[in-house]
């Protein structure tokens, strides 16, 4: 069974930026496709930004230009930075991984814009 764990959610600014990590309990190197998901209150599941396994990323238009995702296929991990906060950005942020044999999904974790 595959874990996804996200850390680093948390409170912050307008304007401030934050980093999310997931690690994942196993290789990722089969993982063909890896991403970060968000939900806010009433609202559709949505991609925040997704990366294959040639490194072809795609993000959502609201976070075009200010959210960066990488992916260490070292340390199984990958991460997203998010700068320029906004308060429609507030959400919980989902971790998701996909390969042939499964689709997996983290646990979550807050992420709120306020000041």
């Known amino acids: 069974q595959v874990q996804l764990v996200e850390f680093g959610g948390g409170l912050v600014q307008p304007g401030g930026s934050l980093r999310l990590s997931c690690s994942v309990s196993?290789?990722?190197?089969?993982?063909?496709?890896m991403g970060w998901y968000r939900q806010a209150p009433g609202k559709q599941r949505e991609l925040v930004a997704s990366?294959?396994?040639?490194?072809?990323?795609r993000y959502g238009d609201p976070v075009k230009g200010r959210f960066t995702i990488s992916r260490d296929n070292a340390k199984n991990t990958i991460d997203l930075q998010m700068n320029s906060l906004k308060p429609e950005d507030t959400a919980v942020y989902y971790c998701?991984?996909?390969?042939?044999?499964?689709?997996?999904w983290g646990q979550g974790t807050q992420v709120t814009v306020s000041s």
């Open positions: 990366i294959t396994k040639g490194n072809t990323i």
């Open positions: 998701n991984a996909q390969e042939i044999t499964g689709l997996y």
């Open positions: 196993r290789s990722i190197l089969s993982m063909n496709v």
